[in-house]
């Protein structure tokens, strides 16, 4: 993740495919499914979709399985199936991507109460995380934002993931044109997780919307601007 934002496609490639074959001679199905885990979010954001789905299906297949055998497994197995709803909502293929979410919300609502997966906030409360995402992706802004009401952010457990996740309901805001809620959204978000925001594309996106758009909205615009490196 911290090669993904250093603007060298050239080391994320390296990186992701040598953590992978890493994590493949150790044999060890976790290490697998973290390093999978980070291809596939390469491969997605460099818009290699299909070349996303294999490697999400591949490692799916290979913890199906034994996913039953331990919680880590289970939320490994919930992830991937995660993956592949954001990669199928992102290609505009709603109807999938919601039924991997369903997958993937029963495989998670089986997790211990307190389980947490650092590496990817695999855990109960990822059905909400990732369901505003693919809501935000299909552009389903009343689903997102019900599913945000679902989860305050105060009840996420990584700091990271709780700023990733008001960026992704200021997206949804954005989608409403309610630039207000988008400035107050991303200001918190800089407040509670100021790198996650400055690194992250779409605060970037639209912090630059705030810049041009009214002239009302233009101040916090700046202020966001100053907060995380953009130019005004």
């Known amino acids: 993740m911290y090669a993904a934002f250093q603007g060298d496609g050239n080391l994320v490639w390296r990186v992701s495919e040598r953590a992978l074959s890493t994590a493949r001679a150790s044999g060890d199905p976790n290490a697998i499914s973290q390093a999978s885990w980070f291809l596939v979010e390469a491969l997605r954001k460099s818009g290699q979709w299909d070349s996303a789905q294999t490697v999400t299906e591949d490692t799916l297949r290979l913890l199906d399985p034994i996913r039953?055998?331990?919680?880590e497994l289970a939320?490994?197995?919930a992830d991937m199936?995660?993956?592949a709803a954001i990669t199928h909502a992102v290609a505009g293929e709603g109807?999938?991507?919601?039924r991997w979410v369903d997958r993937a919300s029963v495989v998670s609502a089986t997790l211990p109460a307190g389980h947490w997966r650092p590496s990817t906030s695999g855990s109960r409360q990822a059905v909400a995380l990732h369901s505003v995402t693919v809501a935000v992706e299909l552009r389903q802004v009343g689903t997102a934002l019900r599913w945000a009401r679902r989860l305050p952010e105060a009840d996420i457990a990584a700091v990271p993931r709780r700023g990733r996740h008001?960026?992704?309901v200021a997206r949804a805001h954005s989608m409403k044109g309610d630039a207000a809620k988008v400035a107050e959204l991303l200001t918190t978000a800089v407040e509670v997780a100021p790198e996650t925001a400055r690194w992250n594309e779409e605060a970037r996106s639209m912090v630059h919307g705030l810049l041009t758009g009214a002239p009302s909205d233009r101040p916090a615009g700046r202020r966001l601007a100053n907060a995380i490196g953009v130019a005004a």
């Open 166 to 168: 008001l960026i992704e």
């Open 95 to 98: 109807g999938d991507a919601w």
């Open 81 to 83: 199936a995660y993956h």
């Open 75 to 77: 939320a490994a197995w």
């Open 68 to 71: 039953t055998e331990s919680p």
